[in-house]
């Protein structure tokens, strides 16, 4: 049974300095617009102090509640832990280094009272990001929406709002590869967005290195389409041809022309390029078949360790999609 109207979901790793902070300001922000709100914090195996922000915050509110993962599994897999246990009319995500403004909700829950089921935020400048950053983002995401067969919204991060059904399809959803941003896209549904500047962090210094965003990256793209192993065919299929024509014309050569062709370079150089080739291809391959072993395992998507949510054992249950 819905008991909310709005659920606030904080994944929180190491963010000690920014979560009591963030929590004054967004207390307000759901008071305004319901009575009946929780907030849930997951706490993705900090090594920091976070843990003991969060009880405390739990502590002065009952309606704060916190999920304490076994160890650190990642931020996806953490948003997922809060969808997996919202219980409410709609689901804000929203990140905990204050980047994203709290005070942006009400426009969002505004926009889901006029009958949109995904409200994202986005962003129009992004403070305190380097170029490189900014750059690669933007180019990746359009890079994506040519690869996929559907919309994915660009200048978006995870700030959005949810509706019940979109949270309770996201659930069903089984892949352990999470994708968020590409899997709320691809349900389609009616959806909308606001327009926001992105804050600089607050305090703390982000986990999220270029090697995570790297794999969420790739996450993104061999979760959601096949056209790299299109592309990696077609590639196969173009070389093997180039590579027929360099023997005919080497056959040519030899008996009709006279000319012998020799050249240790261009050899070494052909043999470092297709050899580099078949790696990149056995490399997207393998890929793919890493994302079928995961979900083939089909161990939990996490483990939480403690909680103040009531029922903890029955909500377990819902890591594997249902609603409990």
Not at 4 to 24: A, C, D, K, R
């Amino acid at each position: 049974m819905i008991s909310n109207e709005i659920s606030v979901i904080i994944p929180v790793y190491n963010e000690v300095e920014n979560i009591e902070h963030l929590f004054n300001r967004l207390l307000p922000v759901v008071e305004s617009i319901s009575d009946n709100y929780e907030i849930i914090f997951v706490n993705d195996g900090s090594t920091d102090n976070s843990l003991d922000k969060i009880i405390s915050c739990a502590q002065k509110n009952p309606k704060v509640f916190y999920i304490n993962l076994s160890r650190n599994f990642g931020h996806q897999i953490a948003l997922s832990a809060g969808l997996n246990h919202s219980n409410a009319q709609c689901a804000v995500i929203l990140d905990s280094d204050l980047q994203d403004p709290p005070e942006l909700i009400p426009e969002l829950y505004s926009k889901f009272k006029e009958g949109n089921d995904v409200v994202y935020a986005k962003r129009q400048k992004r403070k305190g990001e380097s170029f490189i950053k900014i750059i690669t983002a933007k180019l990746y995401y359009r890079l994506l929406r040519q690869l996929v067969s559907f919309d994915i919204p660009l200048d978006a991060g995870d700030f959005r709002l949810l509706s019940r059904r979109v949270v309770l399809e996201i659930n069903k959803m089984p892949e352990r590869n999470k994708f968020l941003r590409g899997q709320i896209a691809w349900l389609g549904f009616k959806q909308t967005h606001v327009l926001y500047e992105r804050e600089s962090r607050k305090g703390g210094k982000s986990s999220y290195s270029y090697a995570k965003m790297f794999r969420l990256a790739f996450d993104g793209i061999t979760g959601f389409s096949d056209k790299p192993l299109l592309l990696v065919s077609r590639l196969g299929f173009l070389i093997s041809f180039f590579s027929f024509l360099i023997i005919l014309y080497a056959i040519f050569s030899h008996f009709i022309l006279k000319q012998t062709i020799t050249g240790w370079t261009s050899l070494i150089i052909s043999a470092a390029f297709i050899g580099g080739i078949q790696l990149l291809s056995i490399g997207v391959i393998g890929q793919y078949i890493s994302r079928i072993n995961t979900n083939v395992k089909n161990r939990p998507l996490y483990v939480v360790q403690s909680s103040n949510i009531k029922n903890q054992e029955k909500k377990d249950v819902s890591v594997d999609g249902s609603d409990s």
